[in-house]
């Protein structure tokens, strides 16, 4: 069955961010809602996370994660997640709002720093456990259902969250989002008939003078690519072209001209400005520790 999405993200913290802004960049359909609880948002004032010299208060910091998001061309939702069940097909998951939308996503990954109830329709038992707090006892998901890579006995369900001590910081949990994104790629391209040893995908750009020599003819990736290919893979040699080409495509469109870069720099400070809103950038420069910095008179 036809899926609204590839992958449907429930969490728009650093986790789910993190994990919506990978799956994107691959070319994947996604959805990320985010409207439940969220720890971060407790916090009054983030310090730790690397990129802000002085820290950032949480709001910012949130315009930010979500603006990357839509720039990486996630759709966002500001809609609490009820439930996550099977859809009409064992390959699709059917997920609905307390709004009584329903969409269908063929992956799903779980990145809530609480709880996660609306995972219960898929629980068999294993999903949650109970602990004893004082006279009561308490139930909640278990942060060792997912391996370390997000991934869960249920087919096509990802967790980045909860996950315990991998979401007890801002930045620890980004990474875990995007670890589990990547689990998410691997399989998603196995899938598609990529064999193991090239399932892995690693989202980078560098500088195209740095595709020289040998690595600079796409004959020589073919190459590289059929050596990674075992004798007996389940593939047939037109989808294995098929699939050789769009990868040798990828490896070279990671590889930007200078002006490209250039683009590329002037676009990200471009957005940065938009997201922040100049009136607040023209505000902090008129402020005499930042005019002296630069000299002002």
């Not at 449907?8 to 809602?33: I, K, Q, S, T, W």
């Not at 996950?163 to 930045?171: D, K, S, W």
Request: glycine share 10%; hydrophobic share 40%; net charge negative.
């Amino acid at each position: 069955m036809e899926s609204d999405y590839d992958v449907a993200v429930v969490g728009g913290g650093p986790a789910g961010c993190a994990a919506g802004v990978f799956a994107a960049r691959y070319g994947l359909d996604v959805v990320v809602f985010d409207r439940g609880p969220s720890s971060l948002r407790r916090c009054a004032f983030l310090e730790n996370y690397p990129g802000f010299p002085a820290g950032v208060d949480v709001e910012t910091f949130y315009d930010l994660l979500h603006e990357h998001v839509a720039e990486a061309g996630c759709a966002l939702a500001s809609e609490l997640v009820a439930s996550v069940a099977r859809g009409d097909s064992d390959s699709a998951f059917a997920v609905e709002t307390q709004d009584g939308r329903r969409v269908t996503a063929t992956r799903v990954v779980a990145a809530t720093r609480e709880a996660a109830p609306y995972l219960r329709p898929l629980d068999e038992g294993a999903m949650f456990e109970t602990s004893d707090h004082g006279d009561e006892e308490r139930e909640r998901f278990d942060p060792d259902y997912a391996d370390a890579g997000g991934q869960t006995p249920v087919e096509g369900l990802y967790v980045a969250a909860p996950a315990g001590e991998l979401n007890a910081q801002a930045v620890v949990s980004a990474g875990h989002g995007a670890r589990v994104a990547r689990t998410l790629l691997a399989d998603y391209r196995r899938e598609q008939g990529y064999p193991d040893a090239l399932a892995d995908h690693w989202d980078w750009r560098r500088r195209a003078a740095e595709l020289d020599g040998e690595w600079g003819d796409r004959d020589r990736w073919r190459e590289w690519f059929d050596a990674q290919v075992p004798e007996d893979h389940p593939v047939s040699e037109d989808r294995l072209a098929d699939l050789r080409e769009a990868d040798v495509d990828r490896r070279f469109d990671a590889y930007l001209t200078e002006s490209a870069v250039e683009e590329r720099a002037e676009r990200g400070l471009e957005r940065l400005v938009e997201t922040l809103g100049p009136e607040r950038i023209l505000d902090a420069m008129d402020d005499e520790r930042i005019r002296g910095y630069l000299g002002a008179e």
